[in-house]
């Protein structure tokens, strides 16, 4: 760095165009490439014009995955950590050398736009997910990127809105899959998102990327900016943020002046830089992988989507299996499906896979009818639908959301299907009993409409370019649909806990979210929901046989052992995931009332009786506390729970750990004097020996006016009182 001018050290601090950086005469080696996204890597194939970047017609073709609420819905960290080694190699042989994806965020509400780019509303499954997804993407020496630190929860006012957060609100919830994913998996890169947090923009504030990120996590990685995230480029760079994107800055003047005024030191943007030099010593010894096999890329793709592809309804109609009946398909996502949800996700796929071609494969006598256009539909289409619904014996009707309803940038303004799809729906189910409703969306649906006239029910997402054979082989039973939701289906709107304050404009209130989030929220209150979180059904008869526990509190890996015996008594082979939940019992502290923290998704074939062993290791029950400014093991009684999904919980045992530490609330002198009698009792025996005995309702007094009343009152030294003070206070006040 010594030998690279100022001027150009303030270039690097930022892109030189779109999608790469670090570019520079006087850096050896090629510059840095950086690429969108979680689905399936995008790449150009020529220069974009008119800032089209979104638009397919400049795109290389590459493979088109799920989506991650889809990935997410699979339980199979294995697989997805396939699906990040296949996009690793695309990216290899595009010479790509950091993937902007996985995305970290959790689902607040069904409203999110981006929903469908996030994988879970649980931040324990979101983890998971993510930390398989990096893990396969770097093990082809190409870097992730995780995405958007921290707490972009909503698409509304995304670059403005401030997000209020209390500490341990913002570490157990919303930073827990960034911290775990790094602690786990060591990403190369880590994206700042638009909101502000507590006042300060997400690029430019200390506490997050200096206090939590590289002093409590010890972060070694880049930090990159959100596009066009940056507000005050000198700020960005002094608290933490490593390279503004895309470039060229317009703020390279004002870093500049800042320079010669001294309020930005040349030491300090030097070690701002010092990140990227390590990722591009990294990165440039890496060389291009010249050919892949995207047709078996493609079959990773559709492996995804059947085990994606969540099972919601079913009265006996699937598997189909009479295949030579008369099948009426329904609706334009059959021709012209939604396969992602746009914005960075945006791909070229290699392979489009067309529904309706695979139906009709299939199926020897079908018949279509487009039945809406996009949102829309008209009589002429309606009566089209009628026809050919009176004339079938089964329905196959597609349905879902569209590119108005659900796409980056925005957040949905309900969580119905169009009124044109429900328009054709009541037309067609007052003339065919016999319907299998598909649908293709991002996030949760209000489908009490839909459930009384539908015998199945398929939720299958946005699945990419195998958006076809897939449900071909989960409606004709060659594969049992083994899907399981990742986030929870209210029964309305109106149940969702942030209905009415979701998305505000200018501030958003998370400090009730511990247990105002998803199942969280629904099985703490005990508030009935459409389907549960985990929730989904198969064609095979799995039973939970028998539970045994064992604790072992002298192994942190396996502090809990569960093992699971599970019989298969139907003649199909199937998946079953096993979920653990771990329920806190611990006076004072507020929790949910349960919490994912372990899953197995195994595999079990026909009559096959078959033992599941599941380690819950130490961590599992640890609790972020304000105090110490970590994670912690409180002393106490946990309930742990083999479930198949939150609301049906199959066994539970009872854990006590002793050996850990006590849960004290953090408290100030502003508390009230009982809280030193229940929480640190040493000192409130030492005030009641050394003064007085307190009267009952002196003790819900501030604790500092009862000591101040000893100070006048009883003729105590100052000098002693003020010792005591400093001695009290650093006990229940201790410094960061």
């Not at 791909?347 to 487009?370: D, G, H, L, R």
């Amino acid at each position: 760095m010594k030998k690279i001018p100022l001027e150009e050290k303030i270039k690097l601090t930022s892109g030189q165009a779109n999608w790469h950086l670090f570019n520079s005469p006087f850096v050896e080696g090629r510059q840095i490439n950086v690429a969108d996204g979680p689905h399936g890597v995008r790449v150009y194939g020529k220069p974009v014009k008119d800032g089209d970047f979104l638009g397919k017609r400049y795109l290389q073709p590459t493979t088109l995955f799920p989506s991650a609420s889809a990935m997410a819905s699979t339980w199979n960290q294995s697989l997805i950590e396939e699906v990040g080694r296949t996009i690793g190699r695309e990216c290899r042989h595009h010479q790509v050398d950091v993937l902007l994806g996985p995305g970290m965020n959790l689902k607040r509400s069904p409203l999110g736009g981006r929903n469908f780019e996030y994988y879970s509303e649980d931040p324990y499954l979101t983890s998971k997910i993510g930390e398989h997804f990096v893990q396969g993407v770097q093990a082809e020496q190409v870097g992730a990127c995780i995405k958007h630190f921290g707490l972009n929860e909503q698409e509304t006012m995304r670059r403005f809105v401030d997000v209020k957060v209390d500490e341990r609100t913002m570490h157990e919830m919303y930073l827990y899959p960034f911290y775990k994913v790094i602690k786990k998996a060591q990403p190369w890169m880590i994206m700042s998102s638009y909101n502000r947090l507590n006042g300060d923009y997400a690029s430019e504030a200390s506490y997050l990327l200096q206090d939590v990120l590289r002093t409590q996590w010890g972060y070694k990685g880049v930090v990159v900016s959100d596009w066009g995230a940056i507000q005050d480029k000198v700020k960005s760079i002094k608290n933490g943020m490593n390279i503004e994107m895309p470039g060229p800055s317009v703020f390279d003047e004002v870093v500049k002046e800042a320079l010669e005024s001294g309020t930005l030191t040349e030491k300090e943007l030097d070690d701002s830089l010092e990140p990227v030099f390590q990722l591009h010593e990294k990165v440039k010894p890496i060389e291009k992988i010249e050919t892949i096999d995207l047709d078996k890329h493609h079959d990773v793709a559709r492996k995804v989507a059947s085990e994606a592809i969540v099972l919601l309804e079913n009265d006996g109609v699937l598997p189909v299996k009479n295949t030579n009946q008369k099948v009426g398909i329904i609706g334009q996502f059959a021709k012209e499906p939604r396969t992602n949800g746009g914005g960075s996700a945006t791909v070229k796929p290699y392979k489009q896979e067309i529904p309706y071609e695979a139906f009709s494969k299939i199926f020897t006598n079908t018949v279509y009818a487009s039945g809406y256009q996009e949102n829309d539909t008209s009589e002429a289409m309606l009566d089209e639908a009628i026809k050919v619904a009176k004339e079938s014996e089964l329905i196959f009707f597609f349905t879902g959301t569209t590119d108005i309803i659900e796409t980056e940038g925005k957040d949905r303004d309900h969580m119905s299907l169009p009124d044109g799809h429900l328009q054709v729906f009541e037309a067609i189910r007052k003339v065919n009993k016999n319907i299998v409703v598909l649908l293709s969306n991002g996030s949760a649906l209000d489908l009490r409409g839909l459930i009384p006239y539908s015998r199945a029910i398929l939720e299958t997402w946005f699945l990419g370019g195998a958006a076809a054979q897939a449900i071909v082989d989960i409606v004709t039973g060659r594969i049992t649909p083994s899907g399981r939701l990742q986030e929870t289906f209210p029964l309305k709107l109106e149940h969702t806990p942030h209905y009415g304050t979701f998305p505000p404009l200018v501030s958003v209130n998370y400090h009730q979210d511990l247990i105002m989030n998803g199942y969280r929220y629904y099985d703490t209150h005990e508030y009935d929901v459409l389907y549960p979180f985990g929730y989904g059904l198969s064609y095979a008869d799995i039973i939970y046989k028998a539970v045994s526990w064992t604790i072992n509190q002298a192994n942190d890996k396996a502090f809990v052992t569960a093992d699971i015996t599970l019989e298969n008594r139907s003649d199909i082979d199937a998946y079953e995931t096993v979920q653990i939940y771990i329920g806190t019992q611990i006076n004072h502290l507020i929790k949910p009332r349960k919490e994912l923290k372990a899953f197995d998704k195994c595999y079990i074939k026909a009559k096959e009786t078959k033992q599941v062993s599941i380690e819950i290791p130490l961590d599992a029950f640890e609790t972020y506390d304000e105090t110490h400014h970590n994670f912690v093991v409180y002393n106490g009684k946990y309930k742990v729970s083999v479930a198949r999904h939150s609301r049906e919980v199959y066994d539970t045992t009872t854990v006590e750990i002793a050996n850990q530490i006590n849960y004290i609330p953090r408290i100030t002198f502003e508390y009230p004097v009982k809280f030193l009698e229940l929480y640190y009792p040493q000192w409130f025996d030492y005030i009641e020996k050394h003064y007085r005995a307190l009267w009952w309702h002196e003790k819900e007094e501030p604790i500092w006016r009862i000591l101040d009343r000893y100070k006048r009152h009883r003729d105590v030294d100052e000098q002693a009182m003020e010792t005591l003070i400093s001695q009290i206070k650093e006990t229940i006040e201790p410094k960061k």
